[in-house]
């Protein structure tokens, strides 16, 4: 019962490069999220997908872009990274209304 | 906007004492979910409790329980009998309610650590 996957779980960029982090979960869940983890500001959600088809900006949505490339998978593309995008990244998914939140395990970014 | 605030960075008990993590909240919504989340060192979010705005019994889950005061918009998790494990962050979250996804936000965190 894998749940929410992330790759990659660790990545160290240089100023300019781009990246992709995926994002997979297999509970058939139709809502998808973004958020990033820094010291003492919690988790920000920087986009999320109600449903297949449907993406909309979080709170900090400058830099990133979204794919919902299917019902599963909810990619989360830095086009060109910026010291200040060094965070950990987290995926989640779920399902109910009001429910909880499934989330991946996190992955580490750092630009240098 | 809505926000939720956690007051305490950090909070350190002996293993079994009780301890209570605080979290305030701003909205203007009447219906609305509450949860807290639990952060080991292994980063994974773990969900802890979740109480709904409508119910006025407050929820609880074995050693974990929250006090819910909606109008006082304050949600405060107490661990009781509290053990080695339970050392991790802790944040509490709101979402709010609206078609589709639901949103949670977080606040800052409060870093648990039960010593034995």
């Known amino acids: 019962n894998a749940g929410v996957t992330q790759t990659p779980k660790f990545q160290v960029l240089k100023t300019g490069q781009s990246m992709t982090l995926q994002c997979a979960q297999d509970?058939?869940?139709?809502?998808m999220y973004w958020y990033r983890q820094d010291p003492g500001m919690g988790l920000r959600l920087i986009y999320y997908?109600?449903?297949?088809?449907?993406?909309d900006k979080g709170e900090v949505p400058n830099g990133y872009n979204v794919s919902r490339l299917n019902k599963r998978e909810f990619s989360l593309r830095l086009e060109s990274a910026a010291p200040s995008q060094t965070s950990v990244y987290f995926c989640a998914s779920s399902e109910r209304r009001y429910g909880e939140l499934f989330f991946g395990e996190g992955s580490r970014l750092t630009v240098l | 906007a809505q926000t939720v605030t956690q007051s305490q960075p950090e909070m350190s008990v002996q293993e079994a004492e009780t301890v209570t993590l605080s979290c305030t909240y701003d909205t203007s919504e009447s219906n609305y979910y509450l949860f807290w989340y639990k952060q080991p060192p292994s980063r994974q979010m773990i969900l802890v409790i979740r109480?709904?705005?409508?119910?006025?019994q407050n929820a609880t889950e074995n050693r974990f329980s929250v006090n819910f005061q909606k109008a006082a918009k304050s949600f405060s998790l107490k661990i009781s009998d509290s053990q080695l494990g339970d050392t991790a962050m802790y944040f509490c979250?709101?979402?709010?309610?609206?078609?589709?996804?639901?949103?949670?936000?977080f606040g800052q965190g409060t870093r648990l650590t039960i010593n034995p």
């Open positions: 109480q709904e705005a409508y119910k006025q």
């Open positions: 997908s109600a449903s297949e088809g449907t993406t």
């Open positions: 979250a709101f979402t709010q309610v609206f078609q589709g996804a639901q949103k949670l936000v």
């Open positions: 509970m058939n869940h139709n809502s």
